[in-house]
């Protein structure tokens, strides 16, 4: 990655062999898979390996993925408690106001086009199912199910990407910005787009790797591999990184 200050002396060298490193790795399978194999093993010997906790309904993820857009975890619990301290189901919600709606979710940040938004999903699915419930897409593979919910505005590549994982448990793999950052350090992937991001990686992980990877990566992001400062002094994959601005000085 590039900008910022200028790299420390050493870091380009270091940069060609940790690229090197990571492609030597990836000499079975694409250089991806591989880079991605690696890394999983790394974070399930530093985590382990977590388990998959209850389902929310598919309607019910859909929505709090929407109220989970740029804002943190709290607010967006926070958010959805406050909804169903307002309203009590899904018709209900469907026939308010948006401004009642939004009022009812202001915590988590963008209110106004949120509601909006989980009104106008609420409406079309009404019209085309005939009530307020997806749990159909618990019994199609993820390529339909991936197709029915982008039928929906405002869910992108990565709230579909967390409803197939986490409401549905199929083996998608979501790339929020954590995963996203993490990525393009280690060099897996070079793209900004997160919801290129998102369609591209699907194919370098394996089913059975999804959940704890994300999950595991989620973790790492927060804890080590922040947006500023990293911690690259306690970092597992550090010798694959090819991040030029490394900080690699406990402070």
């Known amino acids: 990655m590039s900008g910022g200050a200028p790299a420390r002396p050493g870091v380009k060298s270091r940069k ?3 690229l090197g490193e990571s492609r030597v790795c990836a000499a079975e399978g694409s250089n991806e898979s591989r ?3 690696l890394l999983c093993t790394r ?3 530093r985590y382990g390996v977590p388990q998959p906790k209850n389902r929310q309904a598919p309607l019910e993820e859909l929505i709090f993925t929407i109220l989970s857009q740029n804002t943190t975890d709290t607010n967006r619990d926070r958010a959805w408690a406050s909804l169903w301290q307002h309203f009590d189901t899904w018709e209900e919600v469907a026939a308010a106001r948006v401004d009642k709606i939004a009022r009812a979710i202001k915590v988590g940040g963008l209110h106004k086009v949120k509601a909006r938004r989980i009104k106008d999903i609420l409406l079309q699915l ?6 307020f419930d997806l749990n159909h897409l618990l019994a199609v593979d993820m390529a339909l199910a991936r197709v029915e919910l982008q039928k929906y505005k405002g869910i992108g590549a990565k709230s579909i990407n967390c409803i197939l994982l986490f409401s549905l ?5 979501p790339v929020d910005t954590h995963v996203h950052r993490i990525l393009r350090r280690l060099g897996i992937i070079e793209t900004g787009d997160l919801s290129k991001a998102n369609r591209d990686i699907q194919k370098h992980v394996r089913d059975e790797i999804a959940y704890p990877l994300h999950m595991n990566m989620i973790r790492y992001g927060r804890e080590v591999c922040h947006a500023r ?3 690259c002094w306690n970092c ?3 010798d694959l990184c090819v991040y ?3 900080n690699l000085t406990k402070c």
């Not at 009404?126 to 009530?131: A, L």
């Open 126 to 131: 009404k019209k085309e199912r005939g009530d």
């Open 236 to 238: 597992c994959v550090e």
């Open 244 to 246: 030029e601005e490394k």
């Open 35 to 37: 880079a991605i194999e």
């Open 16 to 18: 060609a062999t940790a």
């Open 43 to 45: 974070l399930r010997d």
């Open 169 to 173: 448990g199929l083996p998608a793999f």
């Open 229 to 231: 400062r990293p911690k």
